[in-house]
């Protein structure tokens, strides 16, 4: 079974030559497909139909459907497709949902003709400060391969002069309008205050500025002309971006973060005070957490109506700070990053230009920090210099498995609005605000609840206590972390702990305890000292104390504000360690998957909260690739995908089981042997814990004991196909039946089959074989009378007598050998599945029974099936078991296993790791249940949604990991199969 979506160019030119796809009006249509500089039938074939895009303009689109390459490209073929009604009226608009999960993406190479942005209204605006650049200026705006208007800025009437001399030469700009401005908000306050209302005008605009970052020591030299190469590297790569900008859902295009700029840079750092107070002015609701999108260098293309409420937002000079040398923390600052933001609010795509010569895979240049050897942070630790290396505790030593890390307080409010309080969350961050201002200073929790006011028609006391007793819960080591400071130590430097905290001392140590971090030498906290380290007095107080300079201080954190950029500007030497959810967000697999932390459910919430925590808060990735979804081993995708997967049906097995008044299952053999394992685990300690039971069975165990017709002979050799193996191994595999060599002359002698001539089977096709099956009957009858006794004697030792209500449990598909349980025992069998197909969910019908499946019930086999389904074969292999397979059951009640193969021992390492990993991640969701919400339930759909990206995209190491996994279909007459 192929699991890997390889796009082949014979795919691409069948899609060339179909006659429904026309390629011209693919591109006109679609504008960022040139954007992305792909052929157009291969955009069609790999992401187009997917989303329901139209191959030509009067036919259908398949909205909501996923397609398999391979099959798709079949039906293309036999021309099945013109069956649909290609009159069917479509809603062509974007799905605005998508682009508010992952507003930004990477746009590839490519120009297009000149002459299809001719008429398109342009304007450009230029602050140039620096007006000694006005020749290279006018070099880049004369690429602009249309006829466009010019607006300047400039801090003298010198520099006007100059500037407007240089721009009059540029020959598409039809309009050159030079301004002296005051020297007041960098570029930006001219953009928007000056030139707003001018730019509102037009259809696309460009932004761009004379940047000379003067006060880093020369980091950043060659930024600007980087930037304004990717901008306008010549008319046809400008010509796609305008078209681009003006026909399509991409609201502004500017290039992928420079090199040499801190990956930190793509956050907030000293700006969300200030964007909070303006959000609402710009119309926008809710702002970014973590790393987000943005043009870092405030220089793009726009489409007008992308940045309409920046630009028509009524903005004075008087707004913005006279000018002091600020590199951060002013309006300016803000309203860069409000550049990204406001076209995501407004529903619209952003167009990173990828770097091409110092390339990276990620936009915020996260490779910084995940390339960072680990020598290079001992080399820091352990400097002469360094005195004391203080650690921040959460996000650095300690992790929560929960987006939010202030998730806490929303799992306390469930707890209070059951109690008829719903009013929590509200009435506690008022305390907070009322105890600081009551103190003027910072707080701990104990003086909060001082303030906590309960409903009024309560009288119980408030206490902290089990708020307290669910933040210590809720950590877990971050190891690599804790390594680091334990290098500290062994390199002799003093070790210190600050924190900006609301929590006691008494609760951080315990979790500290918890978590085995011991060593440390002093705790600072800001609820006890009163001030606080995003303030930077926390700093100040800890040097005064230490009584050390700055540049003898090494502060390792996670917040970019507190833990790099105050200390940095403070002159503390900084070790900065990316939170793990932002390491998650960034993983261009799980782009547009992870939810935002405040929306998000508790499921979400734990899920990517718990991945995150285990496969991303490494501090060093030496074998790190972009390409892997969970990390560079089998543990990881164990953790991140068959423990998700197997805890979210463990938990619909109890749901299902209390619905149906089930009371003991039957985990199945082989996979079944993990599943029980899984389930064990998840229900442990709970009240109405269940019997389970592993069943030694196989297909060919169960129905050869139920042989009694000819119809039960031919049902079962047309049951699944056969794959050219011989006739004798068809025998042997599903009648269980051997042919001495008499009999086998007999069968050649009568033209019936040869012993080793191959057997097909496709889609129940049986004719060929019947009268042989009829002509062997004899001996199949009679191996069937000699295995039934032996196998009803062991299920009903099981207790399969009808005595409980019981179901089996297994990964699915039919219901098989649910089917033929029913029939040998005669009573009722249940089943409960990961995933049923037609047949298996017809027989809770046909059976009076319940057949159903987990993730997928009653599926078809069809491109629109669900990948879980499409690429079962790969849950399998990760949920195989190193036992061989039922042959049948002996007269002392125990169960022939099939003499073992090597095969068995393939990748069972790696088996092994990614079970361990997926026992982990189901050890830490049974363990939150228990201890922090029993509400906690992991969404199916998102695991499914999970699984499908995995399949769609196998990387490389993922190959290679699942290739070393092999599973047996001797029933199918596969043999040993590894892909």
């Not at 909501?64 to 809603?91: C, K, M, P, W, Y």
């Not at 921040?392 to 998730?407: E, H």
């Not at 906590?452 to 819960?473: F, K, Q, Y």
């Not at 191996?783 to 449990?809: F, T």
Request: glycine share 8%; charged share 25%.
């Amino acid at each position: 079974m192929t699991m890997i979506e390889i796009i082949t160019e014979e795919q691409v030119s069948a899609v060339r030559q179909w006659k429904h796809f026309d390629a011209a009006w693919y591109l006109k249509e679609y504008a960022d497909v040139g954007l992305l500089g792909l052929d157009p039938a291969y955009h069609y074939l790999w992401l187009g139909a997917r989303i329901g895009r139209k191959p030509s303009p009067g036919f259908a689109r398949f909205t909501g459907r996923q397609f398999r390459v391979e099959e798709f490209v079949r039906e293309i073929a036999r021309d099945a497709i013109e069956s649909l009604d290609e009159n069917t009226n479509f809603n062509d608009s974007a799905d605005l949902s998508y682009l508010g999960r992952a507003p930004a993406e990477f746009v590839g190479p490519g120009e297009i003709d000149v002459s299809a942005v001719q008429g398109i209204r342009v304007g450009v605006h230029a602050h140039m400060y620096y007006a000694d650049l006005a020749e290279e200026f006018a070099y880049h705006l004369g690429q602009i391969p249309c006829a466009f208007d010019l607006y300047a800025s400039t801090s003298n009437e010198a520099s006007r002069e100059a500037v407007l001399r240089v721009f009059s030469t540029i020959p598409n700009a039809k309009k050159v309008d030079v301004r002296v401005v005051p020297n007041i908000g960098r570029d930006i306050a001219p953009l928007v205050v000056e030139f707003g209302a001018d730019l509102a005008k037009y259809d696309v605009i460009s932004h761009i500025q004379t940047k000379k970052s003067l006060y880093n020591n020369g980091s950043t030299d060659g930024w600007r002309e980087y930037i304004l190469h990717s901008l306008f590297e010549s008319p046809g790569r400008i010509a796609l971006y305008l078209r681009a900008l003006n026909t399509s859902r991409y609201g502004i295009v500017y290039p992928q973060c420079f090199y040499n700029l801190p990956y930190m840079a793509n956050t907030w750092l000293a700006n969300s005070g200030i964007a909070r107070a303006w959000a609402p002015r710009f119309g926008v609701d809710a702002l970014p957490e973590g790393y987000f999108d943005f043009p870092a260098g405030s220089m793009f293309w726009a489409k007008t109506d992308a940045l309409r409420p920046l630009l028509e937002g009524g903005l004075q000079w008087e707004n913005f700070p006279p000018e002091q040398g600020q590199t951060d923390g002013t309006l300016a600052h803000c309203i860069e990053r409000m550049l990204g933001v406001v076209p995501t609010s407004r529903h619209y795509q952003h167009g990173v230009v990828r770097d091409t010569q110092t390339p990276s895979w990620s936009r915020w240049r996260l490779n910084q920090f995940i390339d960072r050897p680990i020598e290079h942070l001992h080399a820091i630790v352990a400097a002469p210099e360094t005195q004391i290396v203080a650690f921040d505790i959460f996000d650095t030593l300690l992790t929560r498995p929960l987006l939010d890390a202030d998730y806490v307080k929303r799992l306390l409010h469930s707890e209070h609005e059951k109690n008829g309080w719903s009013d929590f969350r509200n009435s506690r961050m008022r305390a907070e605000g009322a105890a600081r201002e009551a103190k003027a200073r910072d707080v701990d929790i104990h003086d909060i609840y001082e303030h906590l006011v309960g409903p009024a028609n309560s009288t119980a006391e408030l206490t902290p206590d089990r708020e307290i007793e669910l933040e210590i819960l809720s950590v877990r080591p971050r190891k690599q972390g804790i390594e680091l400071l334990q290098f500290a130590l062994q390199s002799g430097k003093k070790v210190i702990l600050a924190s900006d905290m609301f929590l006691p001392r008494e609760a951080i140590e315990a979790m500290l305890q918890r978590c085995a971090i011991a060593g440390w030498h002093t705790l600072y906290l800001s609820c006890e000292v009163g001030v606080r380290k995003d303030s930077g007095k926390l700093y100040e107080h800890i040097l005064a104390h230490e009584q050390i300079a700055p540049h003898e201080m090494v502060m390792v954190g996670d917040n970019e504000r507190s833990d790099f950029q105050i200390p940095a500007d403070m002159g503390i030497r900084t070790i900065h360690l990316v939170k793990a959810t932002n390491i998650l967000r960034a993983i261009p697999r799980f782009a547009g998957v992870v939810p935002d932390s405040e929306h998000a459910p508790l499921g979400d919430q734990f899920l990517f909260g718990a991945i995150a925590a285990e496969n991303y808060s490494a501090i060093t990735y030496p074998d790190f690739s972009p390409a892997d979804m969970f990390g560079a081993d089998a543990h990881a995708i164990g953790y991140g995908l068959l423990g998700p997967i197997t805890a979210a049906f463990s938990q619909w097995l109890q749901a299902q089981a209390k619905e149906h008044g089930i009371d003991r299952l039957y985990f199945l053999a082989r996979e079944g042997k993990f599943l029980k394992t899984v389930f064990d685990r998840w229900q442990a300690g709970s009240a109405d814990m269940l019997q389970s039971d592993y069943l030694l069975i196989s297909r060919r165990a169960v129905t050869v004991p139920c042989i009694e017709t000819m119809e039960d002979i031919f049902h079962i050799a047309a049951s699944n196909n056969f794959y050219g193996a011989t006739m004798d191994m068809f025998l042997n595999e599903r009648f269980g039946t051997v042919l001495d060599a008499k009999a086998w002359a007999e069968a050649e002698r009568n033209r019936l089959w040869a012993r080793n001539a191959p057997l097909t089977i496709q889609d129940g096709g049986i004719d060929h074989i019947r009268p042989f099956l009829r002509a062997v009957s004899p001996h199949i009858f009679a191996q069937a009378k000699m295995e039934r006794e032996n196998a009803l004697g062991y299920y009903r030792a099981m207790g399969l007598d009808g005595s409980s209500k019981s179901a089996v449990v297994d990964v699915g598909y039919g219901a098989t050998i649910q089917r033929h349980l029913i029939k040998l025992l005669d009573h009722k069998v249940h089943g409960l599945y990961m995933m049923t197909d037609q047949k298996g969910s017809a027989l809770g019908h046909s059976a009076n029974v319940v057949a159903k499946g987990c993730f997928v019930h009653a599926a078809e086999r069809s491109p629109s099936a669900s990948p879980l389904f499409t690429n079962s074969f790969l849950l399998e292999k990760m949920l195989s078991a190193d036992d061989e397979q039922v042959v049948r059951y002996t007269s002392a009640g125990d169960a022939e296993l099939r003499e073992r193969s090597e095969y068995v021992d393939i990748g069972r390492s790696v088996r092994h790791e990614m079970q361990r990993g997926a026992l982990a991640f189901v050890d830490d969701a049974a363990c939150f249940r228990r201890g922090m919400s029993s509400n906690l339930h992991i969404d199916g759909a998102r695991c499914e949604e999970l699984f499908s990206r995995f399949v769609h995209g196998l990387s490389p190491n993922e190959q290679k990991i699942f290739s070393s996994l092999a599973l047996d279909d001797f029933y199918c007459g596969r043999g040993i199969v590894i892909d």
